[in-house]
């Protein structure tokens, strides 16, 4: 999935126009502690996530000889990282550097993961593959949730524990796309709009409850979502008739999923999707979503809080100078969140802020610099026992990727 050539020459203007930094802004934390990755050689796509049994886990790929392309994942145990253990392998895979694989675990120990695979030797022909493993059991092989059959994109997966033995997941579908190349306006030469669907999985493999969530959304951002006090919330990046492509999120209610409702009228209209989708988290019935927007040419990153499962206030803006997306976001408590994004204002690096719902706010702070290449990811964040951990690719032209990390006390 590609930007079109408008978003490649607002990317290069953004990147262009550097300012000098701001005053006030801090430039290291000595509350940061860089910690070993055990990623190994040519490693890239970080992933961080807490289990709901409580523990870390990180997934991360490595690039091989002859096309071979490795999935593994660590548990930090007793403050260290435990020994990387294979999750699936290939050489048919499609790597993308914005549609990583992901982990989700819940409060039994189940885990299930993703990659992308091709379908076809068409280019934009791929499909969603998801393995799984019980508890104590052996990781599956894998399973694709869309069957649709059609050679067409398929990806930006979602992945929720419902803690009842199985996973909700949620991925972008190009079933109605008819394939191609993004040579066009809408990005799928001669056929129709990119969807977002649902389905959940057991630790048997038996996919059910699946469902068109919205028939047309932007093609290639980021999905997220959140497991609330009272149900699964998906969010994504949609996308209007007028090309309008703001937030949106729907929730499921009753055993039914809502009508898709919009986060925020930012009005960003834009012609080409931005491979920028937005990060949500929650904690009881607080609900926590940040994103990235550049409507009339500002571009943005905001966050909004939601204290009854939905209905979102007024967004906080985090940074409006140069930021370039790709953000994140995790809870502190149910009024506090940390929000982390790449920002272009001088050296591209990778920041983050503690925000209230109140709006107010710490000044932002630099994790680490960065490259505003494609090649250096989207920076990865979580929270355990009241320490943040940070994941993130570092990119070199001539050393390659490789991942770093570290935690906040």
């Not at 699964?232 to 703001?246: F, G, L, N, T």
């Amino acid at each position: 999935m590609k930007t079109t050539l408008i978003t490649f020459i607002l990317s290069i203007i953004w990147t262009a126009c550097s300012a000098p930094q701001r005053e006030n802004e801090s430039t290291s934390n000595e509350s940061v502690s860089f910690i070993e990755s055990p990623a190994g050689e040519n490693a890239s796509l970080p992933y961080l996530v807490t289990g709901e049994d409580g523990n870390l886990y990180f997934s991360w790929v490595e690039k091989k000889d002859s096309n071979w392309v490795e999935l593994k994942y660590s548990i930090m145990k007793d403050d260290s990282w435990s020994e990387p253990q294979l999750i699936a392998k290939g050489n048919d895979w499609f790597v993308n550097w914005a549609d990583y694989p992901m982990l989700a675990v819940d409060k039994d120990g189940n885990m299930i993961s993703n990659f992308l695979a091709k379908s076809t030797s068409g280019t934009y022909s791929y499909d969603v593959n998801i393995v799984y493993k019980p508890a104590d059991g052996e990781w599956s092989d894998p399973i694709i949730p869309h069957k649709d059959g059609t050679p067409t994109e398929h990806g930006f997966v979602t992945m929720l524990p419902k803690n009842d033995g199985r996973f909700l997941l949620s991925w972008l579908d190009g079933r109605n796309t008819g394939g191609g190349d993004h040579g066009s306006e809408d990005g799928h030469v001669g056929g129709g709009a990119m969807t977002i669907r649902t389905a959940a999985l057991d630790m048997q493999g038996n996919l059910t409850e699946e469902a068109e969530l919205d028939n047309r959304v932007c093609d290639c951002c980021q999905t997220g979502g959140a497991m609330t006090a009272s149900g699964p919330v998906i969010a994504y990046r949609d996308r209007s008739e007028e090309e309008i492509r703001d937030i949106s999120f729907v929730k499921l209610v009753n055993q039914k999923w809502s009508e898709p409702q919009t986060v925020n009228t930012d009005n960003w209209e834009i012609a080409g999707c931005p491979v920028n989708g937005p990060r949500m988290t929650s904690s009881g019935s607080t609900i926590a979503i940040a994103w990235f927007s550049a409507a009339e040419g500002n571009p943005k990153v905001n966050i909004a809080f939601s204290d009854d499962d939905g209905s979102f206030k007024e967004p906080i803006i985090v940074d409006d100078t140069k930021p370039l997306g790709r953000v994140d976001i995790i809870l502190l408590d149910e009024e506090t969140a940390v929000v982390s994004w790449l920002d272009n204002e001088g050296t591209p690096a990778i920041k983050y802020k503690t925000i209230k719902s109140d709006g107010t706010s710490t000044e932002p702070m630099i994790l680490s610099e960065t490259s505003d290449s494609r090649g250096s990811g989207f920076p990865q964040m979580t929270i355990v026992d009241g320490t943040t951990y940070f994941a993130w690719t570092s990119y070199d032209k001539e050393k390659g990727t490789e991942v770093k990390m570290a935690k906040l006390f």
